[in-house]
């Protein structure tokens, strides 16, 4: 599965599980629809997916998602463009 094979990159680590808002209190500020890899896994396990756009538009808000919320050319944000391409 794809997104078990993108989990396994040494930089997937920050997107596997949803942003911890103790955290990063003001993240909800920014982002209206969280997203990360363990959310996307469990959709696609208990088929919430109807077609294959709407798998990818999630997999994409990941990486938006931290690209929105973290300075531009930031050493997070060139995780995220990494992993957009690695997808």
């Not at 997107?15 to 363990?38: C, R």
């Not at 808000?61 to 995780?79: E, P, T």
């Amino acid at each position: 599965m794809i997104v078990d094979r993108l989990a396994q990159d040494g930089f997937a680590n920050i997107f596997l599980e949803p942003v911890n808002l103790d955290d990063f209190p003001d993240y909800e500020e920014s982002i209206d629809i969280p997203m990360d890899l363990g959310t996307v896994r469990t959709k696609l396990l208990s088929k919430k997916y109807q077609m294959p756009e709407q798998f990818a538009r999630d997999m994409r808000k990941i990486w938006n998602n931290c690209k929105i919320y973290n300075r531009h050319g930031s050493a997070i944000w060139h995780v995220a463009d990494y992993m957009s391409k690695q997808f």
